[in-house]
């Protein structure tokens, strides 16, 4: 058996499309989108992701400003930068970059985040919106695996997924994003054992820790799907997920690919938050 690939490339190229379609009716009536990056780190993955979304950004028409405040940034420093962005009425989107810098704790500044403008639903506030059924910005990550797997014509409800990770970022928000589909949800995390025996029951089997190839053959069933939300460095300047693409292709029915998978799907919903913002 080999994995059908679940790529991400074409649908992002799809909704990238629509946000531009969106951004142009904006400009005819004199509203330019605007989505401000807040960055404190000299950290390199983060950086080319930062500049993977002003690119993005550019070519659908939505200006990105990257407000880089250093790897030495103050916490009272970023707060200052996150309220004024908040105040601005021409910015609709607000997204803050980690890692930050030492001391700095991501607690104290999300909860700042205008949740008019917070289209990476990090606020605490928009969480909550998120898990009442209320309409708000989900994380991006996190409603990038549902809308792949929608797109790709995967089946959710009724269905058993394991999701591993239970990060605010992507685990705990996918958790209820799949609950929303009437899947039947386990969130794997460190404390849970035998990890091997809960994902391999599941139809679906996302991957969302950031270690390495963490999952292998034995983690998954034969012929289910797995999405890989991992994207780990390695020494060469490459990428890999959290799941071994080799050995879990030869299982799986499908396997989302890393790069080019849940990623480009990522970045372009995040252009259709800002627009979204925009437009209210």
Known sequence: MSAVSLSGKDFAVEIRSEVQARVGRLLEFGVEPRLSVVVATDDGGSAWYVRSIARAAEKVGIACDIVDLGADATTDALKAQISELGRDPSVHGIILQTPLPPGVQTSE??????????????????LGLLMAGVPTFPPATAEA??????????????????????????????????????????????????????????????????????????????????????TNPTEDGGLVGDVNAGEVGAVAGALTPVPGGVGPVTTALLLRHTVHSAEK
Do not use: F
Request: with cysteine.
């Open 109 to 126: 500044l999300v909860g700042l985040i205008d949740v008019y403008k917070d289209v990476d639903g990090a606020n605490p506030t928009t």
């Open 145 to 230: 695996v549902v809308a792949l797997l929608e797109h790709h014509e995967v089946p959710l409800e009724g269905r058993e997924v394991a999701v591993v990770g239970r990060s605010t970022v992507v685990g705990k928000p996918l958790a209820h994003l799949l609950l929303d589909r009437n899947a039947t949800v386990t969130v794997c995390h460190s404390r849970t054992k035998n990890l091997a025996k809960v994902t391999s029951r599941a139809d679906v089997v996302v991957a969302a820790v950031g270690r390495a190839e963490l999952l292998g053959a034995e983690h998954v069933r034969p012929g289910a799907v797995v999405v890989d939300v991992g």
